[in-house]
């Protein structure tokens, strides 16, 4: 079945590091990648998506791009926020077929929680 | 526009009892995934409903059901409850070939 790694955190970084958190994937075929991010007593928010090997998902200065070779989907920061403390969750789904799955069908990683100090 | 919203933010229930939570999709969504976020144990898929049916279930008991709507809430129930039950429920609505949004969860709490 399918199944995703992160890193195991807690990760601590100071304000202006660089960040990366990784995520390793074991799937059949070729699934889409995506990054969500939970803020503290929120739900989750879509932070990225990479749908084909080679893509390069980005938003709010986060990036990830989507790895067949090492079936990895790291994410990365050039310069963190304290406002970026949450929890992180790498996700994957099979591809959308209709009648069959579904993008919303997803498998998560454990998450991994940041914590940005000034 | 609004987004996915469910009810009650939180629940306590006693062990044994029922429980039944909503989520409203976003409009124009067909499909509906519930989720349970245990404590230490990460996001486990639950259940996914579309066009009023269910298309897909995770490795969860029976006592684990819910339904589809015509106007596309759903409803996610569980009966017998059982301490370890005791989670975040996370709804979250999508069409199919889309990315799913998520609402802000019914916090469970079995005593």
């Known amino acids: 079945g399918n199944s995703v790694t992160q890193m195991e955190g807690p990760v601590t970084l100071s304000e202006e590091a660089f960040l990366t958190i990784n995520c390793t994937y074991t799937a059949t075929g070729y699934p889409s990648l995506f990054w969500y991010v939970q803020y503290p007593g929120e739900g989750l928010q879509l932070l990225l998506k990479?749908?084909?090997?080679?893509d390069k998902g980005s938003n709010k200065g986060f990036e990830a791009t989507y790895r067949k070779e090492t079936t990895s989907f790291h994410l990365e920061k050039g310069s963190v926020q304290v406002s970026d403390s949450a929890v992180y969750f790498c996700a994957l789904s099979e591809k959308a077929n209709a009648g069959g799955t579904s993008y919303g069908k997803l498998t998560f990683g454990q998450g991994t929680i940041l914590t940005v100090h000034p | 526009e609004a987004g996915v919203t469910q009810s009650p933010t939180h629940l306590i229930k006693t062990r044994g009892q029922q429980a039944t939570l909503r989520c409203s999709p976003i409009s124009g969504h067909t499909s509906v995934y519930w989720y349970q976020q245990a404590l230490g144990l990460g996001l486990q898929f639950l259940l996914w409903y579309d066009e009023g049916e269910e298309r897909n279930r995770g490795n969860f008991p029976p006592r684990f059901s819910g339904r589809q709507f015509p106007n596309y809430s759903s409803e996610l129930n569980v009966n017998a409850l059982e301490l370890e039950d005791s989670a975040l429920y996370l709804c979250a609505s999508s069409l199919w070939y889309t990315e799913a949004f998520f609402g802000q969860g019914t916090r469970l709490t079995v005593v």
């Open positions: 990479a749908t084909k090997a080679d």
